[in-house]
């Protein structure tokens, strides 16, 4: 059990990282056209290597806290149940279905705009709020 969350911290470690925060404005300060690579990374991370390295983690909770005679079966079903409610995949994938769900027209025009002014001020509150 421990092995797995192990695996799966180191994981997180080697993934996760403050690319949006720190490497978006002085990408866009250098070259503006490489803005939308970091934002790709950062989606990667999040649609692929986090989800992995919870299913590492949870499965590795599961273990430890189940008992030596516990089956496959009930240790996949503790993972199951643990991750569905983990707010980090919840939230990935209620955003593809706001993307799926809301097609090209996309969010109401006040909305955009209250979101696209908070989303500006995301570079020097992240900065600010990391003690930089």
């Known amino acids: 059990g421990s092995r797995w969350k192990a695996a799966a911290l180191g994981g997180l470690l080697a993934v996760c990282s403050n690319d949006i925060a720190f490497g978006l404005p002085i990408v866009d300060a250098l070259h503006p056209d490489f803005g939308i690579y970091v934002v790709l990374l950062a989606t990667v991370q999040n649609a692929v290597f986090n989800p992995i390295c919870f299913v590492l983690a949870e499965t590795g909770q599961a273990l430890e806290s189940s ?11 503790k ?28 969010l109401p025009t006040p909305v955009d705009m209250l979101l696209t002014t908070v989303g500006d001020a995301f570079s020097c509150t992240s900065l600010f709020a990391l003690g930089m």
């Open 67 to 77: 008992s030596s005679t516990a089956t496959c079966c009930s240790v996949l079903r």
């Open 79 to 106: 993972t199951a149940c643990r991750l569905c409610t983990n707010p980090a995949i919840v939230a990935v994938f209620a955003g593809f279905a706001a993307n799926l769900g809301l097609g090209v027209d996309g």
